[in-house]
């Protein structure tokens, strides 16, 4: 009986992690943090794993970003003690996030007046809270120049045992960006909004701060004057849509979706694989002539997925499978049962949707 070790034991759609790459990463991002000045508080909604969570820790690290109360809980139970909840507040979990805050240093998110009203009415322990604003992404958050909206939230946290801790946004117009100078003109924009909030109150709040967020503007921008915090998350794997953008190379991907190959159609230059929405997401890009890219399919040997030989690229997902479009020589040799490598066009919903594993020295 043969004794099956790494890539043979593959029989499903599987997330792999270069650590090394990961590591560079962590350390690049925070070095740049260093360099400005900045408080680096990354985002953990991209991994959402304790060990990734740990190479954080290595690097120094001890605050961070999460985006739910039950994340929070998550990395709390792993020693993070400094979390901010970067996402505007559930007032159901209110009991919940205050029982959190007794044992945490916490911060979280308000843009309604009634947020602070709930958890502050749960409250037995002081909680910092952010107030959201918009500056151009139109998911959530107050308009920057709603100071009455702005300043009913800061009356309402008033009453209970809440530290007004500063204005957060993310730009995450960014992502959908189609060059960089475009990344950085909304980096800008945010950069002024949160400025001139800063100047409006920081008389009163002297130990206010700005936070701002996204992967692209942390990954290009050399200008973050009046910012005091970054969360980025994505730069931690980075992604075929942040390679689009221009966010990094191919070599700072640190993530794939390792994949079985299920058949093959010569005629069509076709390939069904076991990896689909479920594994992916429908997310795609559009980069040239109409094509749909909802991955960039590359060769997986010895546990190492290598550079793209051609244009083999995931053109449709259902649930559970793919098809990919056959470009390349080696493409063209795939057959039942070989793997290949899918750079995710966006590896924080693989990595929600498939959990991880490392490439460094772990098994399947």
């Known amino acids: 009986m043969s004794v099956k070790t790494g890539s043979d034991l593959i029989t499903r759609p599987m997330l792999m992690i270069n650590e090394a790459q990961c590591r560079k990463n962590i350390a690049a991002m925070a070095t740049k943090a260093s360099i400005h ?39 709390a139970t792993e020693g993070w003690k400094d979390i901010t909840i970067a996402f505007p507040f559930n007032i159901r979990e209110s009991e919940t996030a205050a029982l959190l805050a007794e044992s945490t240093d916490l911060n979280v998110l308000f843009d309604m007046p009634e ?19 918009n500056t151009g992404n139109n998911r959530a958050g107050l308009e920057p120049t709603d100071y009455s909206g702005i300043d009913q939230i800061i009356s309402a946290a008033s009453a209970y045992p809440l530290k007004f801790k500063g204005f957060l946004t993310h730009a995450g117009q960014t992502y959908k960006a189609q060059s960089a100078d475009e990344i950085l003109a909304a980096h800008q924009n945010s950069k002024d909004i949160l400025q001139q909030l800063k100047v409006r109150y920081k008389a ?24 005091d915090e970054i969360r980025p998350g994505n730069f931690v794997f980075y992604d075929l849509m942040q390679m689009h953008l221009g966010s990094c190379g191919f070599g700072q991907i640190s993530a794939a979706v390792i994949c079985p190959v299920i058949s093959v159609y010569p005629h069509r230059n076709e390939a069904l694989i076991y990896g689909g929405a ?3 997401s429908k997310e795609f890009l559009q980069p040239e002539q109409g094509r749909k890219t909802f991955g960039l399919a590359v060769p997986f040997q010895n546990n190492i997925w290598a550079a793209a030989e051609g244009q083999d690229h995931l053109s449709s997902v259902s649930q559970e499978h793919g098809i ?16 290949v490598a899918i750079i995710p066009v966006h590896s924080c ?16």
């Open 324 to 339: 990919l479009t056959l470009d390349s020589d080696w493409a063209k040799q795939l057959k039942p049962g070989d793997l």
């Open 278 to 280: 479920v594994h992916l």
């Open 204 to 227: 009163k709040y002297p130990d206010l701060i700005v936070s701002t967020g996204d992967t692209p503007s942390c990954s290009l921008a050399d200008d973050f004057y009046g910012i």
């Open 349 to 364: 919903l693989a990595a929600d949707l498939l959990g991880t594993k490392s490439n460094s020295n772990e098994s399947f």
């Open 115 to 133: 947020q602070a009203s709930a958890l502050g009415n749960q409250l037995r322990s002081v909680a910092g809270y952010f107030i959201k604003i």
């Open 37 to 75: 000045k900045l408080l680096f508080r990354p985002h953990f909604k991209t991994h959402q794993s304790p060990e990734v969570g740990k190479w954080f820790s290595d690097g120094g690290i001890r605050a961070i970003t999460v985006s739910s109360v039950s994340m929070a809980w998550k990395f």
